[in-house]
């Protein structure tokens, strides 16, 4: 069992080594990156899918018959 | 039998794995995928165009659909970067497959959508609240599609944020032009795969 155990995280050591972290250069850019990578690492859609509702929203507010006009574009592309 | 059983789960795995842990599900595949898994994406693809055959286009879409898919791993495994150009080809193989998943559930529900719903769309309230519920699905598909092509190259690849960043222009820069030629050809029937 500790055998096992020891294996396995041996192995999942191994998986999260086989790149090294991203360094930007600069430790503010580097901190703030490792701020936002946290949320498209886990359920991005949790943020996705509200902030794509609201740049549709956005997008047909201010184009009106131009963003319809695109979907109806888009609807014909399968 | 068993054997495309266990592929297929492993797919459907990996498949869910990129929806809630997209970078953890990534990483592995770099690693260690099976070949058989890829054939259900094949799979996956070939249905789509024999579903769409009775409607547009079969073999012309496909081959294009294939050309485009081969092109971007060879340009992609022939980036610099590290491990020999096997091992990158081999990596390249796995994750970039992966990365066609939001294009597939994008075209299957545009074809869904189609029938359903056919188009063109009004601007009345109905028509509007449709767009911006199609505006938003295909977004939040773009954004999770772009996620997984930066992942592929950051684990296939080995390289940096910065180095990624640019690998994804130069792909864009070359493949653009390219989207827009096989649009014009009439092969897709949108500027974009």
């Known amino acids: 069992m500790k055998q096992k155990t020891s294996a396995l995280l041996k192995k999942h050591l191994k998986e999260i080594t086989i790149i090294e972290p991203n360094d930007l250069g600069i430790p503010l850019l580097t901190t703030a990156y490792r701020k936002v990578n946290i949320f498209f690492k886990i359920a991005p859609f949790v943020f996705i899918i509200p902030i794509s509702i609201l740049g549709a929203i956005g997008l047909v507010y201010i184009f009106g018959l131009l963003a319809v006009q695109i979907v109806s574009l888009l609807q014909y592309g399968f | 039998m068993v054997f495309d059983l266990v592929s297929f789960i492993l797919f459907l795995r990996h498949s869910f794995g990129l929806i809630f842990t997209p970078y953890a599900t990534m990483r592995k595949i770099s690693i260690e995928t099976k070949w058989s898994e890829l054939l259900w994406i094949l799979i996956v693809t070939i249905l789509y165009f024999l579903i769409t055959n ?119 820069a070359v493949s653009i032009p390219l989207w827009i030629l096989l649009y014009k050809w009439g092969v897709s029937r949108i500027p974009f795969v």
Do not use: N
């Open chain 2, 54 to 172: 009775a409607v547009r286009f079969w073999v012309i879409g496909l081959m294009g659909a294939v050309c485009i898919y081969l092109a971007s791993i060879i340009f992609l495994s022939l980036l610099p970067a590290v491990g020999t150009y096997t091992e990158r080809l081999k990596r390249i193989v796995a994750t970039w497959s992966y990365t066609l998943l939001p294009t597939f559930i994008w075209f299957y529900s545009t074809l869904l959508f189609y029938f359903i719903i056919p188009p063109p769309r009004t601007t009345s309230l109905l028509g509007k609240s449709f767009s911006i519920f199609y505006i938003a699905f295909s977004g939040s598909l773009l954004v999770w599609k772009l996620i997984l092509m930066y992942l592929s190259i950051r684990f296939s690849l080995r390289v940096h944020l910065y180095r990624v960043i640019y690998y994804l222009l130069l792909y864009f």
